[in-house]
């Protein structure tokens, strides 16, 4: 297989950022595309409700995606570090730990899940009158999910393998698959609700197919590494998986949070403005991981960069990856902005008929949401940055503040103090009450550092 040529501790850094970050935006914007088009096929072809009862399980979903980005983030940024000290064997014991323990951890809540179908659906904000759709999309999609992990850990490994193409060409099979059996399933075959997250599991399925085959065939240092069954491997696995828990964590509260606005939001929704409600502001949650992607992509591509050059010790390029990912973000944030509001109302009209009473909520509320964006990408990219550089706390800690600490406040009181437009206005004011105290930290913790290199 013909491999990307990059040197994380060599090359020009705006060559390694473009050369990461475009394969991964395109990967990415693929991600975006099939969510837009799932719930195009399924506003139009099943319906409104069917959308609500997608947005029911969405959380769970999220929930399975942070715990694979956690160890996928945990495991590159330790990776990136050893391979910088020359440990190969160091990097392919911490791939092999971390895929070992996420299959774990996927098969107890697949299990749960299939245990406990009824309760789960409710706790995450479902309504008598989506139950049936929500059960529907919840069973066909679970066994997809451990594919799942193998595709959402990967692709961080992979891009520090030195082959972001064909991590890009996973997402992008992945996705058109999805699309077309998306497709194929709800119209031509009738199969509802219940064809979509068929299509979502399949497609899962060949995506995790495909990293695996990469690691076993294709890969250039990073490969399965055949671990002891001793007391002593055990003790270490155990230390290394709670390490790279550890590192990672903040981005399992990223999709942790995008779960908790979404069970927030149903239920505030559901309570101002009823099942029409939480359908449109499903469009808005459809429409999110665009905003959510195209800020990843910029974090992923500078994160092996950061941390591989932190391993080295030369904190002039770490510096210099940080500044071209943050104007990178500064760009990809303002373009999402501006497009949520100019198109607010073809955007909301891709998932719901303009008769629908949700098509005039969403219009009304898809530009407030889109002033998330901005400051959602400076916040990822510098969250990125702390992990890629193994400050883990202070990823957390900001990670917490935009996900929880001021986003459930908002979601509470904002409505209360504007009304409907409060419930939209949130995760934008959460985002860029996040911004002002990062950007704050920083700018002392720099002033700091200068005085005391004089």
Same mark, same amino acid.
């Given at each position: ?55 029911? %399980?969405? $959380? !769970?979903?999220?929930?399975?995606? &942070? ?5 996928? +983030?945990?495991?590159? /940024?330790? =990776? ?105 399933? %709800?119209? $031509? !075959?009738?199969?509802?609700?219940? &064809? ?5 599991? +399949?497609?899962?399925? /060949?995506? =995790? ?73 499903s469009v808005g949650c459809y429409l999110f991981p665009l905003i959510f992607s195209v800020s990843n992509a910029v974090a992923q591509s500078s994160q092996p960069i950061i941390s591989y050059n932190y391993g080295a010790m030369r904190p002039d390029r770490v510096r210099e990856a940080l500044r071209i990912a943050l104007w990178a973000a500064v760009v990809s944030g303002a373009a999402i902005s501006a497009g949520m509001w100019i198109g607010s109302g073809v955007l909301a009209g891709i998932f719901i ?102």
């Amino acid at each position: 297989m013909e491999r990307d040529k990059l040197d994380f501790g060599n090359g020009k850094i705006g060559q390694l950022f473009r050369a990461m970050f475009f394969p991964t935006l395109v990967g990415m914007a693929f991600n975006s595309a099939l969510n837009i088009c799932d719930g195009m096929f399924v506003g139009h072809g099943v319906g409104s409700n069917a959308l609500a009862a997608i947005n029911i %399980v969405a $959380p !769970l979903f999220l929930i399975c995606t &942070g715990i694979g980005l956690m160890f996928g +983030i945990g495991a590159s /940024v330790i =990776g990136g570090i050893r391979l910088a000290e020359g440990n190969v064997k160091a990097a392919r014991i911490i791939m092999t730990q971390a895929y070992i323990a996420g299959a774990v951890i996927f098969g107890m809540v697949i299990l749960g899940s299939l245990l406990f179908t009824r309760p789960v659906l409710y706790m995450l904000g479902c309504s008598p009158a989506l139950e049936g759709l929500a059960t529907d999309y919840l069973l066909w999609l679970l066994p997809g999910l451990v594919f799942f992990y193998l595709q959402c850990a990967g692709m961080m490994l992979i891009r520090l393998d030195g082959s972001p193409r064909y991590a890009m060409s996973v997402q992008i099979v992945a996705a058109v698959l999805n699309i077309f059996l998306d497709w194929y399933m %709800v119209f $031509p !075959l009738g199969m509802g609700i219940k &064809g979509a997250s068929m299509a979502t599991s +399949i497609s899962c399925i /060949v995506a =995790g197919i495909m990293v695996v085959a990469y690691f076993i065939f294709f890969s250039n240092k990073l490969k399965f590494y055949r671990l002891r069954l001793t007391v002593k491997s055990l003790r270490l696995s155990v230390r290394n998986v709670g390490y790279m828990a550890k590192i990672g964590f903040a981005t399992f509260i990223a999709e942790l949070a995008i779960g908790v606005m979404m069970v927030t939001g149903n239920y505030m929704f559901l309570s101002y403005l009823g099942e029409a409600g939480v359908a449109a502001f499903s469009v808005g949650c459809y429409l999110f991981p665009l905003i959510f992607s195209v800020s990843n992509a910029v974090a992923q591509s500078s994160q092996p960069i950061i941390s591989y050059n932190y391993g080295a010790m030369r904190p002039d390029r770490v510096r210099e990856a940080l500044r071209i990912a943050l104007w990178a973000a500064v760009v990809s944030g303002a373009a999402i902005s501006a497009g949520m509001w100019i198109g607010s109302g073809v955007l909301a009209g891709i998932f719901i008929e303009s008769t629908d009473a949700a098509y005039v909520i969403a219009t009304e509320g898809l530009p407030l949401l889109g002033l998330c964006a901005l400051p959602f990408a400076l916040n990822i990219t510098f969250i990125g940055y702390y992990q890629s550089c193994e400050k883990s706390a202070r990823s957390i800690i900001y990670m917490l503040l935009r996900g929880i600490v001021f986003m459930l406040p908002g979601f509470i009181l904002l409505p209360r103090i504007i009304g409907v437009p409060g419930l939209w206005l949130s995760l934008p004011v959460s985002e860029l009450a996040t911004l002002i105290v990062i950007a704050l930290a920083y700018l002392k913790n720099t002033a700091a550092s200068t005085l005391r290199r004089k």
